[in-house]
């Protein structure tokens, strides 16, 4: 499964640019905003690098102790050090703009999502980021939650959810929504759909599931059109714009 500090590197502009001495800014980010560390560590910073079997700096304890005083980068604290607040505001602008930047069309055109619910759309764009970055996992996976959340939502589109609920109210994993989907009398599922279903629960169970797993593009690329065929032919079913009507 796809760890947070991975998820976390595909908001980071120009992340494969970076020199390791950019990217400990960047981790000692996450350690203290998104990991919750009272202070951050040489050890832990390391233990970033590890994780993302990048090269580390050479020597990251000298690093943080040249970077530290009152002009610093880091502010030392008892225990390890804190990121000054100005670093700490830029990179959270930082991480936040990257996905108000454009993607390309050559993963799918995200003009497909143009009126389904900013999440969704917000999902499919995340997604798309990932592809133009060169993080084919994180797209696999992305590519996964967005698939089972359009055959959930195709569901409680018709007022049929119940079928897709476990005895404890929880919604089926993606290997039981995907014949459920496809066995469904409300609508008329297109031949070709299931076998890119199938394809995408697949790569995105590797991605997420198996540690020996590295995706890469030409995973994705043998089924991109088949994956645009999918996402058309379930947002069509949906008919977001009548749904919201129905509901006013």
Known sequence: MMTELEIFVLRI????NKTSGQLIDYFAFYLQQINSSEVFTAAQL???????SLTPYSNISSYLSRNTGKSGKY???KGGYVLN????ERIATEVEEILERPVSTELIDLSLFDDTPYYLKTIAKEMIHSYDSGFYN???VLM????????????????????IKDANGYFFYLSDLIPKYLESSKWNSSRNINSCLKIVKKYGDLSAHNRRFLAKKT????????LRQALQEIILTIDYSNWEKDKS
């Open 75 to 77: 502010i030392k604290r």
């Open 85 to 88: 607040r100005v670093i700490k």
């Open 144 to 163: 996964r939650k967005l698939v089972e959340t359009l055959i959930i939502e195709c569901f409680e589109r018709y007022g049929i959810e119940d079928v």
């Open 13 to 16: 502009p120009e992340f494969k």
């Open 138 to 140: 994180a797209t696999l």
């Open 46 to 52: 390391k233990y970033c690098f590890d994780e993302l």
């Open 219 to 226: 995973d994705i690329t043998g089924f991109k059109f088949e």
